[in-house]
């Protein structure tokens, strides 16, 4: 005894389900999730040792120290909408003592695809709700590719070309390198004047100065994600007086991303990796390979299907190259000129 004959038509219709769930999962469901979240919570620190400073409120150098810079980035997602995303970034350089050296501030717009600023949703750098942000906001955007990208630096406050340098390894994973270099540009005008001696002008009573920066920055970009996983930066600031000689190093430091901050951007990195492999890859692949291994079962069902007996034994009405798809041929007895011979009185056709 048998079990229920599993009609051709099931066959068709599960092939077609595979099919379109893998379309569905490689053309709807990986593009709809490149777009950068409304909300972020994410912290990272770089440190630099033997750096030196200018403390302008004591009028002292200081040489051979180590510093912190500590970056927390938080998201305003009621600001933001299905097309762009509201971030707040604060950054505070600090001595090991906990003294403040530096910091800064904003708020950020960007595009959720391209990760490129937006002039909207009240964005401000620092204490200037004017500033222009251009270029990319915080981070490369998804599937980044290996050429230069416009990127905003807060410091300069201006968008500089981030030149793609090489591919190289993070922790085992391929990342690309990027790297900008940019400066001196004047940043800020020092509040009050300074004594011309601790400038190394003493004929010089009180001088106005402006501080100016140089910054290389150097970061390596998990490609795939689009994720920062590694920061180095070097900054140089100096002052200057109204002449524009610079008369005193305020700021030189080399520093970088602490290693635990890296593992665990890497960490991030390759569980969205892991993610694109099943999603975009693996399950679409297998879905495919069931759905059209399923046709030919469809196919050969449907040839057995029409060749089934009919009622009572008679064979399957079917036609053929023989019947030329008349039914009427098929029937016992049937002739091929047409209708059947009529039965004599003997039982006998004539």
């Not at 099943?278 to 449907?302: E, I, M, S, T, Y």
């Amino acid at each position: 005894m048998t079990g229920p004959r599993v009609p051709w038509t099931a066959f068709a219709a599960a092939s077609a389900f595979f099919v379109t769930l893998a379309a569905l999962l490689r053309l709807y469901v990986y593009p709809s999730a490149l777009v950068m979240p409304l909300e972020q919570a994410r912290t990272y620190r770089m440190t630099a040792s033997g750096a030196q400073y200018f403390d302008t409120a004591t009028l002292t150098s200081h040489a051979g120290v180590s510093l912190l810079s500590t970056t927390t980035v938080s998201g305003d997602a009621g600001a933001g909408g299905p097309d762009t995303a509201v971030w707040v970034e604060f950054t505070s350089l600090t001595t090991e003592g906990g003294d403040r050296i530096d910091y800064h501030e904003r708020r950020t717009a960007f595009d959720r695809r391209t990760g490129l600023a937006v002039a909207c949703c009240d964005g401000y750098v620092d204490d200037d709700p004017a500033a222009r942000q251009e270029g990319l906001a915080f981070r490369l955007p998804f599937r980044a590719e290996p050429r230069t990208y416009p990127m905003y630096d807060v410091l300069l406050r201006t968008a500089v070309p981030l030149r793609y340098e090489r591919q190289e390894r993070v922790f085992g994973r391929p990342a690309y390198r990027y790297t900008y270099t940019a400066g001196p540009i004047r940043i800020e005008d020092v509040p009050g004047q300074l004594p011309g001696k601790a400038l190394g002008l003493p004929k010089w009573r009180a001088v106005n100065v402006a501080r100016y920066a140089e910054v290389t920055r150097t970061i390596w970009v998990e490609p795939e994600s689009g994720l920062t996983v590694k920061v180095r930066e070097h900054q140089r600031q100096t002052l200057r007086t109204p002449d524009g000689v610079e008369r005193k190093v305020a700021l030189l430091a080399d520093l970088d991303m602490m290693p635990e901050d890296v593992a665990d951007r890497v960490a991030d990195a390759e569980a969205f990796a892991r993610w694109v492999l099943l999603v975009r890859d693996l399950l679409p692949g297998l879905f495919l390979a069931a759905g059209l291994a399923l046709v030919p079962v469809a196919l050969r069902r449907r040839r057995r299907d029409g060749r089934r007996p009919g009622p009572a034994g008679e064979p399957a009405v079917r036609p053929d190259a023989e019947t030329n798809g008349d039914p009427a041929a098929a029937r016992p007895g049937a002739e091929a000129g047409g209708e059947p011979a009529a039965a004599g009185a003997d039982g006998e056709r004539k």
